[in-house]
Structure formats: C-alpha cells, structure tokens
C-alpha cells in the first residue's frame, strides 16, 4: 500500500511463553485481511513483538498504531515484507542513539545543540526510516455505516467516471461520505460473501483505461508483490474504510500520496490475470463488503 495500504490479518495481542520457530514464512499476502477488526487499532502498547503464525506486518502496525511502511523500513524488511514466526520486530520508531559520535552526526545534520553533559543514549533524532512524520490522530467517528443492498444494472457505462473533484487532499479523512465508481465498463464478476467467493467486484474495460479513486484518502500500497493480484494500489480513505484497485496496467501514483475523488490510479491492464480487468475491492473494518452498497446506484 500515514502509510498507507495490500488491503487484513489477526495479530495476537498476548505473548507466547516461548518462541515458536518454524521454518514457514508468514507473509502479507492479503493486509486487508478481514480477522484484523477483532482487534483495537493501537492496543499493542510495546516497544516490540514477537511474531506469530499468521500475523502480517500490516496487522501488527494496525495494533501498534504505525504506518506498515514506517515499520518495515525500522526494521530492514523489503517488499513484499516476508516476516516469520519468532522473528522480533522493534515497534520504537524513534531510535535511541547509542554513541557519541552519531549523537554529533545527528547534530550536524539536523543543527540541533547537544549539551555536552547529556548522555548519547539518551538522544533521540530522525533517521530515514522514518522521512515522513504520520498524519496527526484524529478522534475516530462512525463512518458511512454499511447499507442494504438495492438492484444495480451490470454496467457502469452511463457514470461519468472521468469526472474528477480537484480539491487538495492533505490528510486521510476521518469519514467517507461519497463514492465513485473507479472505472466505466462491463461489470462481469460480483461480490460473493463465501469463504473462498470474490472480495469485491470485476469490470470489463480496455487495456489502458484510467482507474480513478473511489473517494479521497491515501495510497497505503503500490505495487505487485501480493500475489493473485497484479500490479495493485491500496487507498486508506479513513480509519474504517480501505478501497483495492488490482490486475492494472501502470501504477501512477506511489505510496504515502494523498489522492482526491476522482484522481487517476493507474491503467486498466491484465496483470496477474488471463483478461483486462479491474478487480475492485471496499473494505470496512478489514472486512470485504460488496462495492455494490456503497458506489452510486447506475
């Protein structure tokens, strides 16, 4: 997919007695993954964690209250951000610096004054593992609550998906209050609730057709390490609400954007799939809804 996106699994919040080691990696293959929401976002309150079969990274920046990104890069882990059980991840993402001479390094290079009676280790400063500070929290409200269904046509050839709402997005909202539907073409895959059925919807288009995002909100996911998906971007539109925009032809925007309704995504193209197609994904709480509740009636 601050950072933001993808799209999210269980974290077990009480720690084994001992390590658990095993030789099978735990990977993000889905950070939407819907067991997350049984559990309080920030509700992981230590400076580490000991990871468990079937946690994600996702899932633990999500309980510790981080951005995913900002965790893998405090941590050295590069996509698709394999973690596995018994591995100890450092949740502190403000390092203590342990010696004097990279407490003057520190100086020089953010022109701060360091008495020279304190301590280096108990300084603290940025690293480039954390360039961006996260988005200010914000108090949660009770957003876009999920609505009954109603008939819909299986195209979407009469919305003008093109059209785009131009005003600067800065920060992740706390609420969705509108969506659009994110491509114009035949809708030949539905939602299914089943276990194993599909997570969101599929549309029919032509390869370099523009995807455009469903609502406001940030791009927590960029990329084409999760596997079944192709080239795909996660969009956070608020803490209950994430969108998932797979099999495109090229990416156009990167992780940590700000993107308003409406603003291009990428291109329609068939990457990791046999056809072109958008396969369209709306999260709530982790968990799949069907987009058919929540984009325009057609």
């Known amino acids: ?30 950070v939407m993954t819907p067991v997350m929401a049984s559990y309080d ?8 964690y000991l990871v468990k079969r079937g946690d994600t990274l996702y899932s633990i920046a999500w309980a510790s209250n981080k951005n995913f990104i900002d965790l ?3 941590n050295k882990l590069n996509k698709p951000y394999t973690i596995y059980p018994g591995q100890k991840l450092n949740l502190n993402l403000t390092p203590t610096v342990t010696n004097s001479q990279t407490a003057k390094k520190v100086q020089n290079n953010h022109s701060k004054v360091v008495s020279n009676h304190s301590k280096a280790n ?6 480039s593992v954390a360039s961006t500070s996260p988005p200010p929290e914000v108090v949660k409200k009770k957003s876009l609550d999920p609505v009954r269904d109603s008939a819909y046509s299986v195209t979407t050839n009469q919305q003008d998906v093109n059209k785009s709402i131009h005003r600067p997005t800065t920060q992740i909202p706390t609420k969705v209050s509108q969506w659009l539907w994110p ?12 276990e194993q059925g599909n997570k969101g919807i599929k549309i029919a288009g ?10 406001d909100g940030r791009v927590v996911y960029a990329g084409s390490a999760l596997r079944g998906y192709g080239n ?12 998932a925009y797979a099999h495109a032809d090229k990416i156009l925007v990167k992780e940590k954007q700000f993107v308003s ?3 291009t995504l990428a291109t329609m193209g068939s990457t990791g799939t046999d056809r072109v197609m958008l396969h369209f994904e709306i999260r709530y709480h982790g968990k799949s809804v069907n987009p058919l509740k929540y984009l325009p009636k057609q």
Do not use: E, Y
């Open 122 to 127: 108990k300084k603290q400063t940025h690293t």
């Open 1 to 30: 997919m601050n950072c933001n996106n993808l799209l999210l699994l269980a974290l077990c919040i009480c720690f084994a007695g001992c390590s658990f080691q095993s030789d099978r990696p735990a990977p993000v293959v889905n």
């Open 232 to 243: 795909l971007v996660i969009i956070k539109h608020s803490d209950d609400f994430l969108s």
């Open 206 to 215: 032509k390869r370099g057709d523009i995807i455009k995002s469903a609502a």
């Open 261 to 263: 309704m409406g603003q």
């Open 72 to 74: 893998a890069n405090n």
């Open 183 to 194: 491509v114009r073409g035949n809708l030949i895959g539905r939602f299914s609730a089943n």
């Open 41 to 48: 976002k920030g509700s992981l309150k230590s400076d580490s």
